[in-house]
């Protein structure tokens, strides 16, 4: 037997076993076929096996392309393995193709000899017209280098939900838990949580959950029976330090950062947020927990989100306000005022392909410069990037830090590749979080409301409805100590130096520099989101017997003091970006020190394939 | 109410004021200084937030919190203050350029959500502080220094705007009547939700006299629509009657008195406020004056504050323990 009804185990009798130290699956299939859902489903189930897990969705901007079409395919790939993994993988093992567009779409990034499963059903004459095949790619000999599964996933999942009371379109939508259950048969991945997640998910809708369990359970058998699948694989769990851990992707990390901090710091939490994407599941996440006391705000627009955030931290709350690039562009003038109130404001900025609206659901690193440079006049705001999903919930803490501790603008920088993204986080001891309480001003007397702290150059958060210390502020530039409207020359001069010196002076962890020989004469140094793939491609470089050496900056503005000094170590830096050069240009111009960039806007990570030929080329002088 | 037994000189603060002589901003912070005192709100609980333009350097010279921010954006920010912090009582300063051009936006939806703000909005129908071009409420064929030919611009009526986002309370007034001024403040600070005060303002020195038709002795009585809820709606010469669904002008003489609107400024429905803002042309020889509409509808940071409140209650406070451990989890050994 292979399933006992109703009990959620499965189990595997005949067919024979094979370990496999990793494993990359990219599930694609039409936008509406459920491609994410599947991904995240098969993501949970593995990593409650104990796999180190990175993933990569990959959707199109449109909420439903044209049904077939090649515009219209969305994709999740995961990468499981029993050792540390850095990335979502450069080239997948397995492919599900729910039709010719996923198939079309997809092929080329798929290595000879992979597997490639697909919804034999969806190739008829139509469908492969629709994407431009001539021929049946599953009969014209094309695929011959792949190992192809052609499976009736459709009529399957309809055949085997015949009793149920459904239209045979309800019916169909059921295939991606064929293809799960599929999938989850080959790896043996738990079934209990993704039956737990359905009988929660279509509570009220019995029908259509019968239908999913059904669907899961037939496809799972259908890889137990059928001739065609006649082994599965194995993938031993990594070694991980203990803990309790949790898969997470960028965005929610992000969020339950901003909740962490707010109860670190004991503010309220305020986010002011207009939906963009990728940016609006931080607003969709944060708008659930308000028993936390948080409150969202769905402002008209990007500015009036940040105008209500900054109004928030005026009041003495935690003002926060999530966007992307689009969004950075309309908030920059007040964003300036609050560099000119010198109030606490966090900025997160999702960063997708531009210009303009650009590619909204591509991942892209090119507002450095703007989130550095994009205001009137002298306007220094900290600036700081996360550099992998789990890294999101820490870097938060970072920004509520900086932030309330020098009042000052912070934009923490994320980007569509790990808000979507995901991996294992070994959840925190809420016990070791960092103190983050801040101080108002008290009543007093004469207050000066730009009398600064001299260690760290802050003014004092003066909050209505304290007694005695009413005062007025504005964009209008101000007297030191009083704040008063002041045009005087030397005064201006005095405070446009002054704000830049309480951001340069903005303290920050010290550059940590892996060089495991010490002797390494190359730096591969990145920042945000390359983590990964650069990581990724470190050590095959390292495996491959070459010496070098990796850095990763978190904080851009100001940069770690020692920054300096670890450039001034290595003969070359080699600096990839998903932009055309914005931190190498920041390098160049404040270390005088060459970088070797290697930058692409695919709207995709990098693979680690190329990060590793760039470095050979650097290691030697190709 | 008068405990704290502040005064005038309380909520004066010790910068000078520099508008230029006879702008009609003097009178109404004046007007504005005496007022406050009669709230009995403690000066630290309330916030002056301005946006820019001449009007907008108000915050400063008044003894309480302020913030004078940017161009158009006052309504946000206060918003985000007053929704964080239901104990303040919070003011926007703004005027035609800031709140109906560059601020339209954000105008309109504070006063659709019915946050906690009194709106001042000081109108004088040209840009005065960039030196003399056309506003959004100038009215058409008007030479300015960016209109040489004269603007081809229909103008907006701020109050038809504001009733037409459903705001709650909606009045105007006029600078140099402290009295009515001081009385339309009163009720605007008794409403519970948004209040949008038209404010007709002279620009002595780029549109001075716009407002004549109404301040001069000798047209005021037969131009202004005195509206006085529960008394018909009238000047010295014309009354507003019923025609069909809508209002509309008679002279007094061909009518009998008995046939005059009588105001209901809580009418729940915005097409009889509507209509009456309706009634006035840019010519000012029909202008209604007073409060439009003063109705109850739950105030936003309320309703904001009332959720979590009750969220906490039925859920418990949140635990940061238990929301980091929620979803799948395993354990490493």
Known sequence: MTSEPGSGKMSFMSKPTIAVKSVIIRF?????????????RFTMDTASLGNDISTLPNFPAEIRAPQGTLPGVSSFQLHFADHHVRTAGDAPDVLVAMNPAA????????????????????????????????????????????????????????AALAELPLSRKEAERAKNMFALGLLSWMYHRPTEATEAFLKAKFAKKPDILEANLIAYRTGWNYGETSEDFATSYEVAPAHM????????????????????????????LFLGSYPITPASDILHELSKHKKFGVVTFQAEDEIAAVGSALGASYGGALGITTTSGPGIALKSEMIGLGVMLELPLIIIDVQRGGPSTGLPTKTEQA?????????????PAAVIAASTPSDCFTMAMEAVRIATTYRVPVFLLSDGYIANGSEPWKIPDV????????????????????????ETLARPWAIPGTKGIEHRIG???KQDKTGEINYEPANHDFMVRTRQAKVDGIEVPDLDVDDPTGDATTLFLGWGSTYGPISSAVEVLRGNGEKIAQAHLKYINPFPKNLGAVLEKYQNVITPEMNLGQLAMLLRSKYLKDIVGYNMVRGLPFTTAELVEAAMGVLHND | MTDLALTKKDFTSDQEVRWCPGCGDYSVLSTMQSFLPELGI??????????????SRFPYYLNTFGMHSIHGRAPAIASGLAISRPDLTVFVITGDGDALSIGGNHLIHALRRNVEL???????RIYGLTKGQYSPASEQGKITKSTPYGSLDTPFNPVSLAIGAEATFVARTIDSDRKHLTEVLRQAAAHKGSALIEIYQNCPIFNDGAFDQVKDNETKEGSLLQMVHGQPIKSSTYGVIRDGGSLKLVELSTIDESQLVIHDAHDLDPSYAFALSRLSGSDLEHTPIGIFRDVQRPGYSAMVNDQLTSIIQSQGAGDLEKLLNSGDTWVVD
């Open chain 1, 431 to 454: 016990a070791t979080l960092p103190d983050l309480s801040v101080e108002f001003a008290k009543s007093q007397e004469d207050f000066l409301p730009y009398l600064r702290n001299p």
């Open chain 2, 118 to 124: 009194k709106i001042l909005l000081f109108n004088n």
């Open chain 1, 367 to 379: 507002d450095l410069l703007q989130v550095m440079f994009g205001r009137n006049g002298e306007s």
């Open chain 1, 241 to 268: 330090s203990p803990g309790v851990y949790r898969n997470i992707g960028g965005n929610i990390a992000l969020a339950y950062g901003l909740i962490a901090a707010a109860q670190q710091s004991g503010l309220k």
């Open chain 2, 42 to 55: 403690p000066r630290e609980d309330i916030v002056f937030i301005s946006g820019i333009g001449c009007s």
């Open chain 1, 28 to 40: 694609a299939g039409d936008s509406g076929d459920g491609m994410q859902l599947t991904g995240d």
């Open chain 1, 103 to 158: 198939l079309k779409a997809n092929i080329k990034d798929i290595p000879r000899g992979a597997t490639i499963i697909v919804d034999k059903d969806e190739f008829t004459t139509r469908n492969l017209t629709k994407v431009g095949y001539e021929a049946n790619p599953l009969e014209d000999g094309s695929l011959s280098s792949y190992k192809i599964h052609p499976v009736a996933l459709t009529s399957m999942t309809v």
């Open chain 1, 475 to 477: 964009g209008i530039e």
